[in-house]
């Protein structure tokens, strides 16, 4: 159990990474788009061999953007080859998870080898680079497709960007975008310049996350408008109808949010910090992923099954949310990982029945009163006493900073991994207590980055250190 869960992490993140670089081709146009990704697929294979066809892969890509760039110069040709690509790409990337996904069961027995880890990582961060290098070489007009499959025509550099969800807020300023920004929804409030750009109405509040002021957004006679899927699809026709360029982005997993992050890079020419950015995302869930899984591997502990509750009463997460993802990545098991829906308010039985050993909840900021009484109410629920997280007192409570990070599909969504991981396995980073409430201040007791400002990870302090805080262990 152990050695699968671990062996399904390590293929989730190198999936994560992989789709990036996967996405990011798919959106920045050009044929090279199929040649790159079974360049990538075929690196993936030749890590089970050796160092040397590795090389050789990374020869053919180079050669295959070369090849690209020269194609470049038809614009009418670019784009029916994007359209013709996008097919061949959704194709090969459904039987590629497919594949994963069916592989899961065999890989149970697979001995855990960190050397072939770092390779594996030390050849996408190859790729990242010569992703790097080939959208340095785009100029605009570029076309890319969003969540939606629309095709975004993009004519110019963007100097007047809003922004209508608090994630995609995070992006813009994390990649050093910040000074674009016009207008964002009324949740936006990181980083804290946002509050102050607001109140000097050097920004203006476009309205909420789905009650977007379209009136407003048009006054700000904005170069592009970002929005997310879900409820805020409904805009979109509305937007695109007054002559705005809109852009949709997704939301479902973490590889959606490192997607996003590239592709705003790409929409802003700010590609160079964007990728810096991703690089060092992926290099923190790297190093909480293999803290965890050698620690599961070294005690024999099996991952612990976790509950999620993100709304009372019962509305929790299924294998569609990000939120999956992080628990997945922070070495847990989400019980409601066979569910589709990405939220969905579960049966108080089914949950009794699938006895978690740990429950997440927020603060719900306060909606609830103080955070002991969310705690006691979940407590205190008809034929919960019987639930393992419930006997041995593992309720935890993100309050605070954390509380909007763990749902929060943006670059922040790393130090949720971070913490989770040290909730569910506080001994393999060294602490000695998990409180029941967890605050700014046991995160910084735990050298836990949560701050990101222009692409830079900021931390109180830079390593794990034991906290000697009370509560439940």
Known sequence: MVEAGRTIAVLLIAVIVISVVFAAILYLQGSMLGNAI???????????????KVRSEVSEIRSSISSTDEKLSDLENRVASIEKSLVNVNKSLEVTWSKLENLSNVLTAVVYNVSKVTLKYGQLEKSLVLIKEYIASLKYPITLTDALGRQVVITHEPKRVVSAAPSITEILFAIGAGDRVVGVDKFSNYPPIVNELVKNKTVEIIGGFSTINVEKIALLKPDVVFLTTGVQEKFVRELASMGITVYVLSDKSIEDVFTDILTVGVILNKADSAVELIEQLRTKLMTTYLTVHEYLNKTGIQPKKVYFEVYPDYWTVGRSSFINDVIILAGGENIFNDVETPYFPASPEEIISRNPDVILTTAMYGSFGPPENVINRIKSREGWSNITAVKEDKIYLFKGTLEDIVVRPGPR??????VIARVLYPQAFNITSVPSIIDDKV???WGVCLSIEAGELLCTKTSAVKAPVSGST
Request: net charge negative; aromatic share 4%; no cysteine.
């Open 38 to 52: 079974a360049s990538i697929k075929e690196g993936f294979s030749a890590l089970q061999g050796n160092i040397s």
């Open 413 to 418: 969504i790393v130090a949720a991994v971070e």
């Open 443 to 445: 995160i910084e007791a």
